[in-house]
Every structure is written in C-alpha cells, then in structure tokens.
C-alpha cells in the first residue's frame, strides 16, 4: 500500500546531514513511499510548525530528526491525538515516550567514549596533552560528545584537555582554531586532538600541516561522523580514527513503521544504530568511495 | 477614512487573502480551521515580537537584538524557575522587567551618545545571547504544573485544531499596539520621529524619552515573546530563535512598514505575519522542494511581496507628485 | 515705546561659539509685550542662532534670559513651548509624513480620555487655517501641499503654541503679498493680545509695514537697537551693513543683442505645466512671473529635465536636443539653481569647497578629477566675488547661514561657465547688499553674453534685470511683457487679471 | 585630503588597535613573535592578518555602500556562492584561473541585482539585500548539491592558504586590493561623488552627477569583494562549504566600517579606517581564542569589547573629551575637534 511520510530535517548545516537526507529519500524512494520533505533552516519554531501542518495533511507517518531535545510535547501529542505514528531521528527528545513510535538514534554520549577509549589505549599510558574542538556550543552533540570522552579518559591521569574551544562544527573554524591552539601551546606541545565531528578535524589537520607539522604522527587525530573526507585522511595517514555515525537512519525507521502500519508490531522504544570505529587498520579507500555517492 | 497612506495596508490584507486562496485552492486541506489555529499558535512570538519591531521601524530605527532576546528570556526562566522556588508569573514580571530595561539602555545608547541603532542592538544581540550562554549552555526543561495550566488553556475545533492561550496573547499584543501606535500622544511621538528626528526635535518632540520607550518597548515585547516561546517549547535553549529579528523585520516590511520610517501600521505586520506564516505552511504541503530551494523559495517569495508594497508605494506616491510638481529624485 | 515696562523677554549678553565663528559675540536683545520687533542683519549675521539660542535648540556658551524677569533656561524646544515661546524656524521644519492636522497639534493634540481626539484635531486645524485662508484638507499628508501652505501651517502651529512670545524666522520668504498681508494681520491680532513678536526677515519694507522697533546684528554683534517710527530706511541698510548701499542705480539693461540660443516649443507635462513656448537669446535675462502654484518652478524643472516632459521640442543652437535628466541638460550647458535650496540644492556634509565644485566635477565625469590647484582657484574666486561669509572653505556648507548657502549653489553653477542659466528664486532668502550684488551679477553675465531664464517673486527685482517678462497662471503662459511695458504694475495687473478678460484679449 | 588630516581621520582607529593588540599581548605574552616555519612566516600577528582577509575584503566594498546611505546584507550568501562557484568549477576540471575569473563573474552579478534593486527598484538597501543574503546560500547549496565540495587544484588552494616570499597569501590580496581601492576613490573624483549622493541625492542628480550608474557600481564592487573573500575562503579549507562559509560575515564587516568612523548615515568615508577597523575585530577574536575561556564565554566578551570601543568613538564622547581638552573654545580651524561637533 502508499503511504505518504511527513520527514521534517533541521536544515543542511553540514555534509552528514545532507548525506542524511539523502539517504532518507531514498530509503523511502526504495520502499515506495511518497516523502513530504520539510527543511527548518535549524529553527525548531520551524519543525514545529511542520509537524503541526503534517498532521493537518494527515500524513501516515512523520519522521523528525529533532533539533534540540525538549520542547515537543504539545504538538507530539497533537500528532498521538490524530493517531499519527512519529519516528525520532538520530536524536531523542525528553518527553513522555508514549508521546512517540520509537527513536532510531545513536548514543552521543557513548560516540564520544568510543573516541575516549581509542585514545586512552592508543597512549597506553604515556603522557599527552590534548586539545578539543567542541561543535556549536549548546547543542546537544557538542555536550554529549565531550561528556562521553571526558568520561572515558577519566582516571587516566596521563591524558589531560589542556584546551577546548568551539569550531562550530565547520571546517574552516576547525582550522582557525586550531591555528590558535598551535600558537598557544606550541604545536610540538601537542600530542592529540579530539574533534567533535570530522569537518573540524579535517580543517585542523590543514592548519597543522601549515604549522611544518604531521597531522596523525606528530599530532594524533580522532573525531566524530565517518564522512568521506575523514576516510581518506585516515587512509593518507593524516588522520588516525573516526566514529561512523551512519547517515541511514531512516532505514530502520521505515522498517519499524512499515510493521507497525501492516501488523501493529510495536517496535522497542530505541533503535540503537551502531558507533563503530573506523582506523587505519579498515580500508579506507574503498569505504571513502562508496560513502562519496552519498551526498556528503 | 482612507488615505493613500492606508493603501499599503489594504494591499496586505488583500494580498494575504489572495495567496491564502490560491494555497487553498491547491490543498483543500488547508482551509481547515486547524491550519488558521496553526498560523496563530506556531506564529504568537514572532507576532509579539514584530509588534515591537514595528513601533522602532515606525521611529526609523531597528532593533537587532530582539531574537537573542528571546532566546535569553527562555534559558533565564527556565534557570530560575529550575533553581528556585519563584513562582513563573513573578518569574515572568522580573523577566519583562529586565529585558524592557535591557531595551531602554540600549534606546539611551542611541539617544544621548548618538550612536546608530543598527550597530547599538547588533551589540546588544551579541550581549543577550552571550548571557543566555553563560546561564547555561544546553537546553533546560521547564516542567512547573503553572506552565501545564497555562498550556490547557485552549479552545479545541471539531477538526482538531488548537486555538491556543499564546495565540490569543499576540492577538490582545496587536490591538494594544494599535490602539497606542494610531491613538496615543506616545504612538504620534513615534511617527515624528520616523519623519525626522531633527525636525521633531525642534518641533518639541521629547525625543530622548520617546527613543528609550521604543526600544524599552521592544525589549520588552521581546521578553513576552521570550515567554510566550518557553509556553510554546516548555523549555529555555541558548540557541533559540537565531535570526529571528530578520524575519520579524521582513514582516514588518512585508506588512507595508517603510523601513525609512514615518509611514505604517502595526495591523499591517499583523498580515505581514500571516503572510510568512502561510509560505512555511505552504512549503511543508508542498513538501518537494529541496533545502537550497527552501531557501531560495523564501527569499523569492519575500521579493515578490517587496516588489507589490512598492509598486503601490510608488503609484500612490507617483499621483501626489504631479499634484504637487516638487522635484523628488525619481 | 516706555520701557519702564518690564519686558515680556530679556536676553543678556548672550554669546555663541562654534568652532571656526563667534556666531554671537555678547548679544542683547529686549522685547516687550504687545510690541513687534525685527531682527535685522545680513546674512550671517547671527539671527539665526540668536533665535536658537534663546529656544534650546542650542546651548548658549554665556549669558541669561529672562521671561517677564523671571530667569529661564530652556534646554529643549519643547521647554520653550512650555514657557509660551512659539517658534518658526528659519527652513519649514514639519514633518511631511503626518498630517496637516497632527503636524499643527503635535504634542498637544485634543485628547479623550487616554486617546488623541482625531476628529476633533482635524476640525479644528480646519478652522484654524481658514483664518491663514488656506483651505486645505487637514487629514492629509502634509507632503502633498506645497512649500507656500506648509510655510503657512509653520507658522499657524508657532502661533497656537505661543502664549506669551511669537518667533518668526524669515517666514515670508516663501509667500505671496496676499499671504504675507493675511500673516500680518494674524500678527496684529497677537499684538492687541499684547504679546511679543519678532520678526526676522530681508524685506526692508515688511519690517517698516508692521515693525515697532528693531534690533540690528552685524557679525554677531548688536550694532543697535532702533525704534523704526522715527528711523529711515537708509538709516538702518547703513547699520546693517556699516556702510552705504551703493544707491540702487538701474544701469539700461544691455539690449538682447546675441542671436537665438535656445528654443522652447510646447513644452509641457499634465498637472504640472501647460503649452510653454520660448525663444531665448543669448545675453537675454527673460523674467517669470506668477503667483505660488503659478508653476515657475515646474517650468525651470521641466526645462531643465529634472522633471521629465510629455512632449515639447528644444532646439539649442539650431539642433534640437532631447534632455532626458539633469545630466543632458548640464551636458548642454545649462544650468539650475533650485527654489528648495536645502532638500535640492546644498550637500550638507560635504565642505563648501566641494559644494562649489561639485557640478563641475559632475560634468567632467569621475574619471577626470579637477586638479586641487584649480578647485582652490574657483572656490577662492567665488568666494570673493559673491563674497560668501564662512569660516573656512572646509566647513560643511550646512553650516553657512541660509543666505550664503545660497551664494554658494550660484558659485556652484557659476564654475561650469554655463551658457544659459536658471535660477529659481535666486534671491529668497537673502540680505539687501547681497540682494543688489546679486542683481548687479545678473546684470554682468548677461553682458557676457549668458541667457538667464529667472522665476522670482518679486517684481521690483524682475523689472530690474529683465529684457523680458513672462507671466504664468495657473500653469499656464498668460502675457509676455517686452521692454517699456515691464513695470510691476504691469506685471500685477497680468498676474492678477481675469482669464475671460485674458481671453477676450 | 592632507596628509596630517588623513593622520588625524584614522588615529582612533590606530589608538584603539594598538591597546586590543596590547591585550592580547596580556593573555599572551609572545604574541608578536613571529617566525619562519616550513617557509611561511608563523605568528599570532600574522593569524591576525591572515585571518582578517576575508572581512577586511568586504569592508571595501560595505564601505563604499554604507558612504551612499546603502547596507548590503548579502555579502555573506554572495561569499558562499562565490566559493560554491570556483569549487564546482575546477571540479569540473577548469583552470583555477578560468574558477576564480567565473567566481569573480558571479560575485558581480550578485552586485549588479543588488545595486538594481537598490538604484532603479528604489527599494531599501536592507530589504534588498535581505532578499539575496536568504535566497544566496541556497542558491551556493544549489551549486554543491548541499555537500561540502572539496577540491585539491593546487592553483585554486594557493589563493586561500599558500604564501608569497613567506606571506600568507590572502594578507597580500586584502592589502593590495584595499590599497588599490582606497588610492583609486581618492585620485578619481569617485569618493567625493559617492559621498555626495550619500549626503544628498536629490541635490547630486540635479548637479548633474549620475547617481543610479555610482550605486550600482559600488554594490557591484561590494559583491566582487566578497566575490574574492569567498573565493579565499573556500581555497583556505580546499572546499566549498555553501552552508557556513561567510555566515553572519555581512555583521562583521559592518562593524567593521563602523569602528572605522564611518557613519551609517552616509557620506563621508575612509576605507583605510575601515580597514583597520577589520583587523580591530579580528584581534578581539584572537584575544577571545587564546584567552583559553571557555568557549559560552566568547559572545558576551566580544560584545563587551565591542561597546566599548563604539562608546569610546561616539562621536558624543569624542566631543566630550575635545570640551575637556580645550578648555575655552578657541576659534581656529585648526583646533577643530577630531569628530566635528554635532548639531541639535
Ligand atoms: N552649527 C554651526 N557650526 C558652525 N558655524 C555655524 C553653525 N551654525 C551657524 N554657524 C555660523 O554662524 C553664523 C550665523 O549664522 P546664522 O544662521 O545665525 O545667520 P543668519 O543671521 O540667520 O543668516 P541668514 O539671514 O542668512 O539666515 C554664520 O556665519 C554661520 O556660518
Ligand atoms: N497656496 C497654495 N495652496 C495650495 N497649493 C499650493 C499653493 N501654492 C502652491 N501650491 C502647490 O505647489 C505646487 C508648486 O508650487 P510652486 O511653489 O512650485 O509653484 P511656483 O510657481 O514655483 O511658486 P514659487 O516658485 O513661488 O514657489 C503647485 O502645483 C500647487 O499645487
Ligand atoms: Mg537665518
Ligand atoms: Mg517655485
């Protein structure tokens, strides 16, 4: 049977989510779904109001990759009211969850351990100093990501953040600032930089190679996403690991709400899509030229 | 009676009925009352806060500031009402009060050491939104049982739709606007100013007090709208409402509004809202286009609607010109 | 006059500074109630400022004032029309975007309850100008009446707001003998009222129509206080200006020698300017005469293509040419001075050297900027042979008075040599010895061969410089006046005369 | 104008520059070493510089806007449209110089649209701008299809990160071009007519001046500056990021042009002074970078630093200081306060 999906996205402010919407369309496109797209230029005022005009569409079913995580309980219970089934995409929202179908999400926080992780056993107990490029302060990634890594470098008093400052999430601040770390510590100072997405950490590898330095030797890499560029850093050696966060969400979503739809089987509250890190062990290559098809 | 000076206005309302026609006439299901209630509640702050917009227009000056402003207003009051036992409506007092003040500081900035408004309130959104950071970073929930009653408040249509308490504040918000902008001493005030502020000055406008109301005014407007939005999110974030002061401004102009100022009326900013409030709408219908052509899209339609406010400016204008034979650069 | 009376104002050693002028050096000025008192001085002199000085438009740098001996300080205009002193300033200061009716009562509009009473504001503005016999829709924009009416609607305004002072800053330079008699006997109304009226104006005769006493001001210095009912006219040009006015010897005006230079034919635009026909030869001044809206100034603009024309062929020298806007014209060589010298014709930042070059350097185009050596040489030269009042030739032009504003846009056109020059009421405004110079200057471009097409108010003036006089009314050419007939007489009687009559004739 | 007068123009800007330097000298304390590292001179002063470019190339042309009463809003969206274009182009496998040209192209007619809304539409500046600061970035995203198009033509990446003789090159770009600019107004009679139609259209047409033909050509030149900042900045990340190159840049230039003493109200101008006021703006960025704050810290300080330094240039104040410098008022030209006195 058609159904007709409402699919409301923050906006486009970066390669992984236009490869996200991408993915989307044709995840739906695949499944013989005619998708509503609705872009709210990252205002949230404007995905609700989107939600609001989809349910007085009466579509099927609506997809939402919520901007931030609070604010969505009176128009989720509007949607629940006209008994239209609402995904959450790779981020969920504190409201009541009732309020939604499921959410198909990874684990922010646990992104930013995995990243912890490779570096506590990369250094394996030798001494580092790292610096951070958070992204756009007060989003929710920026402050999961950098709870998940502090967590897990916890204790290991080996490591220590000796600066963090916003890049906001886009290559050319990624490398201004890091320009402005390699001034104020002294580049050789450094021995590691944790980004919380690849755009930044791409832009940063450009300004330590600027500095007569090697990105991935002298200085170590790993952030946050799996774009393409980050595979072919990782493969050029420039770059040591990322964390794919997978831009098909959509996916899983649909299969939940196809179920649903056909035979009521109520999907769990989470779909956990996996964190996996990618090193220089994969081969990256061939990963960066099947991801490049993506739209990223 | 009308005036040419009414035309713009007409010119909105009449615009506005038309695309809303034309919207439904493509999409049946937009002439749902549901859809009127949407335009209404999903439009209150920027309503709320484009009144207050108007009035500096009006004056001939503008007000950058208003969208961090909001974004304040909601992370303070969820800090406080996360942190301490206040109740919201003391909250919401202390709010408006600190953002009106916020707002006449800047208009004494203007006034007295003569410094364009442009620049004032573009500082002025840097320092509110870098409060709202410092308050806190990510975003807070506001759960206070005052909040879920106020939320209740609604009058439910047969189709589903929600006229909502918000939407009723900005209505209330527009006819006050009117009534002070059209009849007070204060909204006249207003206007001289839009006219000339050297003039009005030598014509015993008190300008400086008229200067720091607006903007306290529009401060102050921002702080409602600041709440009416932690209403409508039932939450307070730090990166709340970017950009808004734009869209405000391209409703106001929209709604007829001479950015020059001197010429205009608030109910105009009223349909100025509808109007941007319907191309969202209408996009998310339509729902093919593309974010670049979003984008796009918007600021196309925005053109248009410039372009028709012009057009009828200018015809209105063009007759007085030969009445009177002065020579006005063409 | 007894002057044991108290004085209704008292102004005390007033000075003002301003950086590059002493614009008032220790001024005294003393009115009493039910007395009309000019302020008399050329242009420059310091009326102005004295004026603003005395309502808060400016802080005064010394000196005290009193309101029927008590001591006020008034630091804003709106203190001053609290104290009773109404005021017109120098250039109309309204507001074009309100209405008649609000502009007339801003800030003291009739009130019910918390909201302004439009419909009552708007019948009385209606009433009160019918007593300046405007008629005039109140609920209109004022920007739709012309300079004369809102002239008009100024001083109405100055008049409701002063109960105790009436200021009127040269507020008939821009009406007609009618309007002004009207505006007079409105002042003699707020004499009986035994208010105190001052009246600054350069038209010798108005101050000895219905001036008491006078006040004269010479580069920012009281050069003497006369009663004018036992003072002669000369008396007080020679006080003005501290030496004898070159008695006003109308030099035979030079004959329109030249042969044509430019033709005009059916020049016309509907609403602004019916069929216009003129033939115009070089070193021929040809005089336009008309009431406010007789459209002068249309005429000087449409000739001049600031104003586009439906139809109407010029031909200059012979080939006709197509003036599209002020560029072609000034292309061509003429030029136009403005009637609105503020909002057409000074550029107020810029400094007056740049005013004076400016439509110079237009013609040459960006690329080819005129050599400083030149510029210093133009602006020096005008400077002194229009012998223009200012501080420094840096000083931005918005802060020369009005009358040397006015000589600065003449030594604007003047610097493109122009072969045929308009000026549209190039005299408004200005004080009698630069009135005769100017007259005098007329006079010499016009033996250097220049054609000069001049829109003036003021008949003595057309008679004295033109060969030729061209009537307008309504918009229309009605007479033309050649050689002997041109007497203001003559003109009146055109100006005034029946259109059935007209026809007949 | 003279040389000590053109002195006296620009020292507030100088004054105010020298002490945010000195601050940033106080977070840190070898801020003005500079040395060579893998031939390119490396230093916080040339970051400063290097940095800058990008605003500092707008401030050209928003300085000439501003001077005719104008604003352009849209330099930001015309700088990732630019980028966007010069991207897509050598993608394509053009000549970087064919990317850069077709940039440039673009950036021009960018201007061109504005400047006819502006001079023939007689819309306002601001509205008119706003239309293509939305519609722009769309437009940019149109063109890299919403991704982030990154290239490797070494040519293309020079303009943004290579250097010259050690210096970075955009530095040589902004200086020369601002160079260029500021001599051109002033030897051409261009600066005074455009400040002309600025302080007064009406009067400027009658005199003759073509006053539709000098706007559009400085939003032309605005949208060529950014053209080139665009261009920059794309070549600086090897990529085209149509989504946030030059975001909210148009805010800074106009700063920018303020702090530089030139007023919103048009007229008088002085690019030099805008100039410096970029790079005012950039030191408090890298101020706020190296002070090692937290990064919620860094609106709030650069709004701080930002009021003071336009409360300390207003031209009130300024006026206020001259009262208390001289302290009867001597009636010389020459004493004439550095901000001129304010009429009522
Ligand atoms: N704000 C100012 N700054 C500097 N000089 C000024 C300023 N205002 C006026 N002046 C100077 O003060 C003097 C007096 O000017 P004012 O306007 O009072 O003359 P006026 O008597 O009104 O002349 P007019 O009859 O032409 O109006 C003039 O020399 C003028 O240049
Ligand atoms: N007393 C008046 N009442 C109403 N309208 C007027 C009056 N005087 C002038 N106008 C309007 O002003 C317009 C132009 O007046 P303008 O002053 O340009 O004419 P003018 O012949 O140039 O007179 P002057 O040059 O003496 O001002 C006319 O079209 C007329 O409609
Ligand atoms: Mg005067
Ligand atoms: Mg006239």
Redesign the interface.
């Known amino acids: 049977q058609d159904m007709t999906i409402g699919f409301s996205q923050i906006g486009s402010e970066s390669g992984w989510r236009a490869a996200e919407t991408t993915v989307t369309k044709q995840q739906a496109e695949a499944r013989g779904i005619t998708l509503k797209f609705a872009d709210a230029q990252q205002k949230q005022e404007n995905q609700i109001s989107a939600l609001r005009s989809f349910v007085a569409q009466g579509v099927d079913a609506i997809l939402i990759a919520p901007v931030v995580a609070t604010g969505w309980d009176e128009v989720l219970e509007e949607a629940k009211e006209a008994e239209i089934p609402v995904v959450l995409l790779d981020r969920t929202v504190d409201a009541p969850d009732d309020l939604y179908l499921t959410a198909v999400t990874s684990d922010l926080v646990h992104e930013g351990e995995v990243a912890g992780r490779w570096l506590v056993d990369e250094q394996a107990g030798a001494e580092c100093r790292i610096v951070e490029l958070q992204g756009t302060t007060g989003s929710s990634p920026a402050i999961d990501r950098k709870a998940g890594f502090e967590k897990a470098i916890a204790g290991n008093d080996n490591l220590k953040i000796v600066r963090s400052q916003t890049g906001d999430f886009t290559r050319s601040q990624g490398k201004v600032v890091m320009e402005s770390f390699l001034k104020a510590e002294g580049g050789e100072n450094i021995c590691a930089l944790y980004a919380h997405n690849d755009d930044m950490a791409v832009g940063a590898i450009q300004a330590i190679k600027e500095a007569g330095l090697n990105p991935g030797e002298d200085i170590k890499i790993v952030a946050i996403d799996g774009v393409p560029d980050a595979h072919l850093a990782i493969a050029n050696g420039e770059m040591n690991a990322t964390i794919e966060l997978t831009p098909n969400m959509a996916g899983p979503a649909l299969d939940a709400l196809m179920a649903y739809k056909t035979d009521g089987t109520v999907p769990p509250k989470w779909i956990q899509t996996e964190s996996r890190l990618y090193t220089a062990a994969d081969d990256n290559q061939a990963i960066y030229e099947e991801k490049n098809g993506l739209g990223y | 009676?009308i005036?040419?000076?009414h035309l713009p206005l007409i010119v909105t309302l009449a615009t506005f009925v038309l695309a809303y026609a034309l919207c439904a006439w493509q999409?049946p299901?937009?002439l749902?009352l549901?859809?009127v209630a949407?335009l209404l509640?999903?439009?209150a702050?920027?309503g709320i806060v484009a009144v207050g917009m108007t009035f500096v227009i009006l004056s001939g000056g503008?007000d950058l500031s208003v969208g961090s402003v909001i974004a304040f207003t909601g992370v303070f009051l969820a800090v406080v009402l996360r942190d301490t036992t206040l109740h919201p409506l003391m909250a919401f007092a202390l709010v408006l009060v600190i953002t009106s003040a916020f707002g006449a500081a800047m208009g004494s900035?203007i006034h007295?050491?003569?410094?364009?408004p442009?620049?004032?309130t573009?500082?002025?959104m840097?320092?509110a939104?870098?409060?709202a950071?410092?308050l806190s970073?990510?975003?807070?929930?506001i759960t206070h049982e005052f909040y879920d009653a106020l939320?209740q408040v609604y009058w439910k249509t047969a189709s589903?739709?929600?006229f909502r308490l918000i939407g009723g504040v900005m209505i209330v918000t527009f006819l006050v606007g009117i009534?002070v902008a059209h009849?007070?001493?204060f909204?006249?005030?207003v206007?001289?100013l839009?006219?000339?502020s050297?003039?009005?000055?030598?014509?015993?406008?008190?300008v400086a007090s008229t200067t720091i109301g607006i903007y306290a005014i529009s401060g102050g407007l921002a702080g409602l709208a600041g709440i009416v939005?932690s209403l409508?999110?039932?939450?307070g974030?730090?990166?709340?409402?970017?950009?808004v002061e734009?869209d405000a401004?391209?409703a106001v102009?929209i709604g007829g509004t001479?950015?020059?100022g001197?010429?205009g009326f608030v109910a105009g900013t009223f349909f100025g809202i509808l109007i941007m409030?319907l191309i969202?709408?209408y996009?998310?219908?339509d729902?093919?286009?593309?974010?670049?052509?979003?984008?796009?899209?918007?600021?196309?339609l925005?053109?248009a609607f410039?372009?028709l406010q012009?057009g009828l400016t200018?015809a209105s204008t063009a007759r007085?010109k030969?009445?009177?034979?002065?020579?006005?650069?063409s | 006059m007894t002057d044991e009376r108290r004085p209704m104002l008292q102004a005390k050693g007033i000075s003002k500074f301003f950086p590059g002028t002493v614009a008032l050096d220790n001024v005294d000025l003393t009115l009493h109630g039910g007395e009309i008192h000019a302020l008399l001085g050329e242009n420059g002199a310091g009326k102005s400022t004295l004026i603003k000085c005395l309502t808060g438009v400016y802080r005064r740098d010394s000196g005290r004032v009193l309101l029927q001996g008590k001591e006020v300080d008034p630091t804003l205009t709106h203190h001053s029309q609290r104290l009773g002193i109404g005021t017109v300033y120098q250039e109309v200061n309204l507001l074009p975007n309100l209405t008649v009716a609000e502009n007339l009562y801003l800030g003291r509009q009739p009130m019910r309850g918390p909201f302004v009473d439009r419909r009552r504001m708007n019948t009385q503005a209606r009433d009160t100008l019918r007593d300046y016999g405007i008629q005039i829709d109140p609920a209109q924009p004022l920007s739709t009446y012309s300079v004369a009416v809102q002239q008009v609607v100024a001083i109405a305004r100055a008049v409701e707001m002063s109960g105790k002072v009436l200021i009127l800053d040269e507020p008939t330079a821009s009406l007609d003998h009618e309007e002004v008699q009207l505006l007079f006997s409105v002042i003699r109304r707020l004499k009986d009222r035994r208010l105190a009226v001052v009246f600054i104006t350069h038209f010798l005769d108005q101050v000895f129509d219905i001036c008491d006493s006078a006040t004269v001001l010479r580069n920012g210095q009281v050069v003497g206080r006369v009663d004018l009912a036992t003072t002669s006219r000369n008396d007080v040009i020679t006080l003005m200006l501290g030496r004898q006015l070159a008695a006003q010897v109308r030099a035979p005006k030079p004959k329109a020698g030249g042969n044509t230079l430019l033709q005009i034919e059916g020049l016309q635009k509907t609403g602004m300017l019916n069929r216009f026909d003129l033939s115009l030869n070089e070193g021929e001044v040809v005089g336009l005469a008309g009431l406010l809206g007789s459209g002068r100034t249309e005429t000087a603009n449409l000739i001049f293509g600031a104003v586009k024309a439906d139809q109407g062929k010029l031909t200059f020298r012979g080939k006709e040419i197509q003036l599209r806007n002020p560029r072609d014209a000034v292309a061509q060589g003429f030029a136009l001075c403005p009637e609105d010298r503020k909002t057409d014709g000074i550029v107020g930042e810029l400094s007056v050297r740049d005013n004076i070059i400016l439509a110079l350097q237009a013609r040459q185009g960006w690329m080819r900027k005129v050599r400083r050596k030149k510029i210093e040489a133009i602006a020096e030269h005008y400077v002194r042979t229009l012998d223009i009042r200012l501080a420094n030739l840096d000083m931005p032009i918005r802060l020369l008075s009005g009358g040397n504003q006015q000589k600065a846009l003449l030594a604007r056109w003047l610097a493109t040599d122009p072969n045929f020059l308009i000026l549209d009421e190039p005299t408004r405004g200005i004080d009698i010895g630069a009135h005769a110079e100017i007259i005098a200057l007329i006079g010499r471009l016009q033996q250097d061969g220049m054609a000069l097409l001049v829109a003036s108010s003021e008949m003595e003036e057309l008679v004295a410089y033109s060969n030729r006089v061209i009537v307008l009314r309504d918009r229309t050419q009605v007479k033309e006046l050649v050689g002997e007939e041109i007497t203001s007489d003559n003109i009146i009687r055109a100006i005034a005369a029946d259109p059935q009559v007209e026809a007949a004739v | 104008m003279t040389r000590n007068a053109f002195l006296r123009r620009i020292t507030p800007q100088l004054i105010i520059l020298a002490i945010v330097l000195g601050l940033n000298v106080l977070v840190f304390p070898d801020f003005f070493d500079v040395e060579m590292k893998n031939g390119r001179l490396f230093g916080n002063l040339i970051d400063v510089l290097n940095r800058g470019a990008p605003t500092a190339l707008l401030c050209l042309g928003m300085t000439l806007v501003i001077a005719t009463k104008g604003i352009d809003l849209s330099v930001g969206a015309v700088m990732a449209i630019a980028g966007a274009t010069a991207a897509s182009l050598v993608v394509e496998g053009n000549h970087w110089l064919v990317a850069v040209l077709g940039a440039l192209s673009v950036g021009a007619l960018c201007g061109l649209w504005n400047g006819f809304l502006v001079a023939f539409l007689r819309i306002q500046p601001i509205v008119a701008t706003l239309v293509l600061m939305v519609a722009g970035r769309g437009i940019a995203q149109l063109i890299t299809e919403g991704t982030i198009l990154t290239f490797l033509d070494p040519g293309l990446i020079h303009l943004g990160a290579g250097t010259v003789l050690g210096v970075p090159t955009p530095v040589l770009i902004w200086l020369t071009l601002g160079l260029f600019v500021a001599v051109f107004v002033r030897r051409t009679a261009l600066g005074m007519l455009i400040e002309a139609i600025g302080i007064n259209e009406a009067s400027s047409r009658l005199a003759g001046i073509n006053s539709r033909v000098l706007l559009v050509c400085v939003y032309v030149v605005s949208g060529i500056g950014a053209a080139i900042a665009g261009v920059i900045v794309a070549a600086d990340i090897q990529g085209a990021d149509a989504n946030n190159a030059g975001l909210w840049l148009e805010l800074d230039a106009i700063l920018a042009v303020v702090i530089g003493g030139n007023s919103l109200l048009g007229g008088r101008f002085s690019i030099v002074a805008s100039l410096l006021g970029a790079m005012i703006i950039q030191s408090v960025n890298s101020l706020i970078l190296l002070s090692g704050m937290p990064p919620e810290f860094n609106l709030i300080i650069k709004a701080l630093l930002i009021i003071a330094i336009l409360v300390i240039q207003s031209p009130k104040v300024g006026h206020l200081l001259y009262i208390l410098r001289a302290s009867a008022p001597q009636p010389h030209p020459k004493q004439l306060p550095p901000l001129k006195e304010n009429l009522r």
């Open positions: 009676m005036r040419s000076t999409y299901s937009m749902s549901r859809v949407n509640t999903d439009n702050f920027l503008i900035i007295y050491l003569e410094m364009p442009f620049i004032v573009l500082a002025g840097f320092l939104r870098g409060a950071y410092v970073t990510d975003s807070v929930p939320q589903g739709g929600r009534m009849r007070t001493r909204g006249q005030n206007y001289a839009g006219g000339g050297a003039t009005s000055r030598l014509m015993g406008v008190p939005f409508y999110t039932s939450a974030y730090s990166l709340a409402t970017v950009g734009l401004i391209a102009v001479l950015l020059t001197g010429f409030g969202q709408t996009i998310v219908f729902g093919t286009l593309s974010s670049w052509w979003t984008k796009i899209v918007i600021g196309g925005l053109f410039i372009l012009k200018w007085r030969v009445a009177t034979g002065f020579v006005t650069p």
